[in-house]
């Protein structure tokens, strides 16, 4: 008897985690078959794109709660190097967001608060330094 319910209860457990747990990926490609979007979503819930220029080197990437952008962002050049970065909260860009050159020294950050209204930018020379703030 207690093996039928030690049995059950893994039964159980492993549907829970197979149905929770469980992934689709939706691929878009260009016409010379190179990925131009992939998808991923969790129950049906939108939880992640990233986009690929047609060379193949990623374009973009960014996470999802609840269908609406959360978490960190990424832009990049077609080269490959970062062009942006920062972080979404609730559909919102929040915090900082790194702007950056192609030879990777900083272009500008700029800081958002939790409604997504920026509430200071800091601008970069060509090499990195710092130029000035507004606020």
């Known amino acids: 008897m207690i093996n039928f319910f030690r049995g059950f209860?893994?039964?159980?457990?492993?549907?829970?985690?197979?149905?929770?747990?469980e992934k689709t990926r939706i691929i878009e490609t260009y016409d010379n078959g190179v990925v131009k979007k992939e998808e991923i979503l969790k129950k049906n819930n939108l939880i992640s794109i990233k986009s690929y220029y047609e060379n193949g080197a990623i374009e973009s990437e960014?996470?999802?709660?609840?269908?609406?952008?959360?978490g960190e962002f990424?832009?990049?050049r077609e080269d490959g190097t970062l062009a942006e970065c920062g972080n979404y909260?609730?559909?919102?860009?929040?915090?900082q967001m790194y702007e950056f050159t192609p030879e990777r020294f900083f272009k500008n950050i700029k800081e958002y608060n939790i409604n997504?209204?920026?509430?200071?930018?800091t601008k970069f020379k060509e090499n990195g330094i710092k130029n000035y703030k507004l606020n």
Not at 63 to 70: A, E, G, H, R, V
Not at 116 to 121: C, D, K, L, P, R
């Open 9 to 21: 209860f893994l039964s159980i457990l492993i549907f829970y985690f197979s149905c929770n747990f």
């Open 74 to 76: 990424k832009f990049y």
């Open 62 to 70: 960014h996470n999802y709660k609840d269908s609406l952008k959360d």
């Open 89 to 95: 909260r609730d559909g919102y860009l929040y915090g």
């Open 116 to 121: 997504g209204n920026i509430i200071a930018i």
